[in-house]
Nanobody
Framework: QVQLVESGGGLVQAGGSLRLSCAAS????????MGWFRQAPGKEREFVAV????????YYDDSLKGRFTISRDSGVNTVHLQMNSLKPEDTADYYC???????????????????WGQGTQVTVSS
């Protein structure tokens, strides 16, 4: 079993930055990828970014690439999402997810991830 806890959400003005963190515990050795999704009220959950933990390779949604950066703390089971140049449309609940699947492609779909955190709210004011 894997547990994920997000932190770092909050209120920020447009153009500002936030850094989200996700701490994994439990059977962390089984985790192959960790990623971030977001969901705004009335909208579907959408992919943000993912990292394969064994090699550090990262993949982003094209619309967010250049503003958002996913990273990992060395030696601990924690990933971060650095969000810069935030826009009001970035307002959403942000979820950390972990996948134990050994995929031959980046984990991209929500169904690729078997473990989810409770989410952290990000609000960007105009």
């Amino acid at each position: 079993q894997v547990q994920l806890v997000e932190s770092g959400g909050g209120l920020v003005q447009a153009g500002g930055s936030l850094r989200l963190s996700c701490a994994a515990s439990g059977r962390t050795v089984s985790i192959y990828s960790m990623g971030w999704f977001r969901q705004a009220p009335g909208k579907e959950r959408e992919f943000v970014a993912v990292m394969k933990l064994h090699d550090g390779s990262v993949y982003y949604d094209d619309s967010l690439k250049g503003r958002f950066t996913i990273s990992r703390d060395s030696g601990v089971n924690t990933v971060h999402l650095q969000m810069n140049s935030l826009k009001p449309e970035d307002t959403a609940d942000y979820y950390c997810a972990a996948s134990t699947q050994h995929l031959y492609r980046p984990a991209y779909y929500s169904s690729d991830f078997g473990f989810w955190g409770q989410g952290t709210q990000v609000t960007v004011s105009s």
